[in-house]
């Protein structure tokens, strides 16, 4: 049974909410209110799940009187009635389950019963009580933005629904302004319109998290949403835990390294092609290229030739436009006593600039190139010298 309680000034209107839940078998009414007075000192005692709450209340109206069960308990589920729409925006900021218009229709009471079902529902089991030795969300952030629970992605209802958990999610645990997310998300919309897609956007969101069990992880206040997330795998967090304990301690975990280095996929959020992801995604570009620099330099110490040019071949492909990176690259060719490479690199890293920039190689990389040829004509002078002494 789902333990509910039901506010309401009007006393004949309160019957009648309470007669129409008690005709669902999976609802039990265990106290109503009229005032908010019986509230204040009766509620905190209480065990119940859901608050149908009116909104127009003399005293404290429904909004503040569910900011202040809220501030009981973060799971408490709110459900507006009331003769008007004018708060139905304000209702969808606190979290509400559901906003009913007066009179309530038994068709549209049961839709609202179907969702407090569904979420309270045996088979969802609350993060809390999840095991919390294996990851609850797997999120791949290099590539294409991918969210996983238990092998599988998640279903999302739109795809700006994936956008708005992308935007979030990049602001873990930060207030985002609602204004600054209308901006980034419905820049080309009509602002009273944005309002209400993001408004049905993150109800969309918190369904979909609530559905693999991840309740109450996004909170509104003081004009600002938050994401708020534990017990997640994400490759771009193992990234930054790998470089901060190797500056910490000196030494690079190889095999966390590799098993980054076999899962990436691309850049960081490649398919998320927004102003907002692009600081970001330089960053964690610029980390990556870290992060295979490290591994370069340990493969050259072992000798592990193979893996040191897998290293750098990415760290390239990664940094098409850098000298000091093209540079490790030509260098370790040469020491392989690969100079034709090395060369080939040169001229196709030249190439690129001028196709693309209009630039060339700095200086130090072309005095790289030039010692190189140096060192390949000497080659070919010994050569033809031990030719003709034949």
């Given amino acids: 049974m789902i333990r509910v309680i039901v506010m309401d000034d009007e006393p004949l209107a309160l019957v009648h909410m309470k007669r129409h ?21 009766e509620g905190p005692n209480l065990d119940f799940q859901v608050a ?11 909004i503040d009187i569910a900011e202040l069960l809220k501030s009981w308990s973060k799971s408490i589920c709110i459900v507006f009635v009331t003769a008007y729409r004018d708060y139905a925006v304000q209702a969808f900021e606190l979290q509400s389950l559901d906003y009913l218009l007066k009179p309530v229709s038994k068709s549209r009471l049961t839709m609202t019963i179907l969702r407090i079902e569904e979420l309270f529902q045996p088979k969802i089991t609350s993060l809390a009580a999840l095991p ?14 991918v969210v ?4 599988k992605p998640l279903h999302w209802r739109t795809i700006k629904t994936k956008e708005l958990f992308a935007l ?20 080309n919309t009509d602002f009273k319109k944005a309002r209400v897609q993001l408004h049905t956007t993150v109800s969309y969101l918190r369904t979909s998290l609530s559905t693999y069990g991840f309740l109450d992880v996004i909170e509104y206040r003081n004009g600002c949403y938050i994401l708020k ?9 193992d990234l930054e835990i790998i470089l901060n304990k190797k500056a910490e301690t000196g030494r690079l975990d190889i095999e966390r390294a590799e098993k980054l280095l076999q899962n990436y996929r691309g850049e960081f959020m490649a398919t998320l092609t927004y102003p907002w992801t692009t600081s970001k995604a330089n960053l964690m570009n610029k980390l990556f ?40 690259l030509i260098k370790h060719y040469t020491n392989i006593g690969n100079r034709a490479e ?5 001229h196709s890293f030249k190439s690129t600039l001028l196709s693309e920039l209009n630039v060339l190689p700095t200086q130090e990389t072309t005095n790289l190139f030039q010692a190189i040829l140096q060192e390949e004509e000497k080659g070919l002078g010994h050569k033809k010298h031990a030719n003709a002494e034949r």
């Fill in 132 to 145: 919390h030795s294996e990851p609850l969300l797997e999120i791949k952030c290099f590539g294409e933005f």
């Fill in 52 to 62: 149908f709450l009116d909104v127009e209340m003399p005293g404290m109206n429904g």
């Fill in 289 to 328: 290229t870290q992060l295979l620099n490290e591994l370069a330099h340990y493969y050259s110490q072992v000798q592990d030739v193979k893996n040191q040019e897998r290293s750098l071949l990415l760290a390239v492909e990664l940094n098409p436009y850098s000298d000091q990176t093209t540079q490790q």
């Fill in 342 to 346: 090395a060369i080939k690199i040169y």
């Fill in 168 to 187: 979030l999610f990049l602001h873990l645990n930060i207030p985002v302004p609602r204004d600054t997310i209308i901006d980034m998300l419905w820049s």
């Fill in 21 to 41: 839940l008690e005709e669902f078998d999976s609802i039990e009414v265990i106290k109503t209110f009229t005032t908010v007075k019986d509230l204040l000192s």
């Fill in 148 to 151: 996983s629970h238990e092998g």
């Fill in 229 to 237: 997330l534990d017990h997640i795998q994400c490759d771009a967090h």
